[in-house]
């Protein structure tokens, strides 16, 4: 059974940083894609980043290229977010998504599989 466990959300002020982890288990994405979605109050979830364990090639929504870096670590099975120069509208649960083997489009449209999610809440 696969399981993907957030953890890393929290309060800031809005110029600051926090690092997100998703740790999966269950079996490993060697060939498949891992990512971050984001949810805000009365909104849809949306996509925020991805990247594909393999090559390691990565995609991010227009709103945070800049300021988030999505990376993983093959040996732990260990996906981060890492969030500067947070705004505000960044406020969200965030949730680690897993699936493949396919491309970003697939991924972006209907993961695999779901985190429970991580609040992160930005003041302004």
């Known amino acids: 059974q696969v399981q993907l466990v957030e953890s890393g959300g929290g309060l800031v002020q809005a110029g600051g940083s926090l690092r997100l982890s998703c740790a999966a288990s269950?079996?490993?994405?060697?060939?498949?894609?891992m990512g971050w979605f984001r949810q805000a109050p009365g909104k849809e979830r949306e996509f925020v980043a991805s990247?594909?364990?393999?090559?390691?090639?990565?995609y991010y929504v227009d709103s945070v290229k800049g300021r988030f870096t999505i990376s993983r670590d093959n040996a732990k099975n260990t996906m981060y977010l890492q969030m500067n120069s947070l705004k505000p509208e960044d406020t969200a649960v965030y949730y680690c998504?897993?699936?493949?083997?396919?491309?970003?489009?697939?991924?972006?449209?209907?993961?695999?599989?779901w985190g429970q999610g991580t609040q992160v809440t930005v003041s302004s």
């Open positions: 990247i594909s364990w393999s090559v390691g090639s990565t």
């Open positions: 269950g079996r490993t994405f060697s060939s498949g894609i």
């Open positions: 998504a897993a699936g493949g083997p396919y491309g970003n489009s697939r991924f972006q449209s209907r993961p695999d599989y």
